[in-house]
Nanobody, 124 residues
Framework: QVQLVESGGGLVQAGGSLRLSCAAS????????MGWFRQAPGKEREFVAR????????YYSDSVKGRFTISRDNAKNTVALQLNSLKPEDTAVYYC?????????????????WGQGTQVTVSS
């Protein structure tokens, strides 16, 4: 059993920043790829960022590249997403997830455990 709990969401104006955190319990995730996804109302879940087990191999969707930064602290079983230069289109529920495979990338199907999400709302 793995539990992932996101926190740090909130309401910000365009151009603002937030830092999202995901805390894991149960099965340790130190040797797992971790990802962040988001889902806006009426939209499909969308890949945001991915990070390898050792903190390397970070990848971002084109829509957030250069603005968001994913990081992890395996000793604390946490993964974070720093959201900078936020835009209204970034408004969504943000989810962290554990990858199924070493090759897990941008598909939600590549991830097996999910948090409940944290809401990010960006006003114009």
């Amino acid at each position: 059993q793995v539990q992932l709990v996101e926190s740090g969401g909130g309401l910000v104006q365009a151009g603002g920043s937030l830092r999202l955190s995901c805390a894991a319990s149960g099965r340790t995730f130190s040797n797992y790829i971790m990802g962040w996804f988001r889902q806006a109302p009426g939209k499909e879940r969308e890949f945001v960022a991915r990070i390898g087990w050792n903190g390397g191999l970070t990848y971002y969707s084109d829509s957030v590249k250069g603005r968001f930064t994913i990081s992890r602290d395996n000793a604390k079983n946490t993964v974070a997403l720093q959201l900078n230069s936020l835009k209204p289109e970034d408004t969504a529920v943000y989810y962290c997830a554990r990858g199924r495979w070493a090759s897990s990338w941008s598909s939600p199907d590549d991830y097996d455990y999910w948090g409940q999400g944290t809401q990010v709302t960006v006003s114009s």
